[in-house]
């Protein structure tokens, strides 16, 4: 019987593998194709069917483009609910359009209150 916390980090990764993917208008065929994996493999890999090496882990995010800390950087419970893990939480499984449009109005308010500040 699998121990089921390795379970749901192999599912959290494929999951994450799949999102960042999808972000990149990749299919699986084509991030096959610049992993050196069979598209089967990587459809196993994002349904969390397949528990991966690091090997493979290295040909994932070369296919992606990203490093793996990017990989990484949000497949763990976060244990702090201060509010920028509350912001990253909102924002993490959202679409990377979504960020840049978060961050422009950050930087709008930040603006906003500096010039506020100075009058």
Known sequence: MPDES????????GERIRRLRKEM???????????GLHT??????ER???????ETLEKVVT????SLE????????MEQKDALSQIIEL??????????MALSILKSVL?????KNDL
């Not at 208008?25 to 992993?35: D, T, V």
């Not at 924002?91 to 840049?100: I, W």
């Open 25 to 35: 208008n990749l299919s699986q065929e084509q991030l096959a194709e610049r992993s």
């Open 48 to 54: 969390g069917e397949k528990n991966l090496t690091l």
């Open 111 to 115: 603006e906003w209150e500096e010039k």
């Open 6 to 13: 390795k379970t749901e980090l192999v599912k959290r990764i």
């Open 91 to 100: 924002l993490v499984e959202r679409p990377s359009e979504d960020h840049k």
């Open 70 to 77: 990017e990989l990484f950087r949000y497949i763990g419970p």
């Open 40 to 45: 089967n493999y990587v459809g196993q890999i």
């Open 63 to 66: 296919g992606l483009n990203i």
